[in-house]
């Protein structure tokens, strides 16, 4: 995805622990050590980069982390339940936006 103007992210206003804000960045620069990207140093064919903490049967990417893996439902539920309060409208952002 290419920026269309240069501006200051959302991200970066966003009042964050220093954790949150490593995170957020690895997520947005694509290194986080999800198996999608850690699977391609050891060839692992992409359909088979699956999430090895579910039973779901998918492959591990930022968006089965996020919003998918029943692994982490309990933490996804207190963050999400904190996005809803700084950001009402944050279930009707676009996947990208979220």
């Known amino acids: 995805m290419f920026k269309e103007c240069v501006d200051v992210e959302k991200d ?6 220093s954790s949150e804000r490593s995170v957020l960045a690895q997520i947005t620069f694509g290194i986080l050590p999800l198996h999608i990207e850690t699977g391609r140093f050891n060839n692992t064919k992409l359909e088979d980069r699956k999430c090895y903490f579910c039973d779901l049967d998918k492959v591990e990417d930022e968006w ?8 982490y439902k309990t933490q996804r539920d207190i963050w999400l339940d904190s996005s809803m309060n700084k950001s009402p409208d944050f279930h009707y952002l676009q996947n990208n936006d979220q």
Request: with cysteine.
């Open 12 to 17: 970066v206003k966003i009042n964050l622990a």
């Open 64 to 71: 089965h982390f996020l919003f998918e893996c029943e692994a």
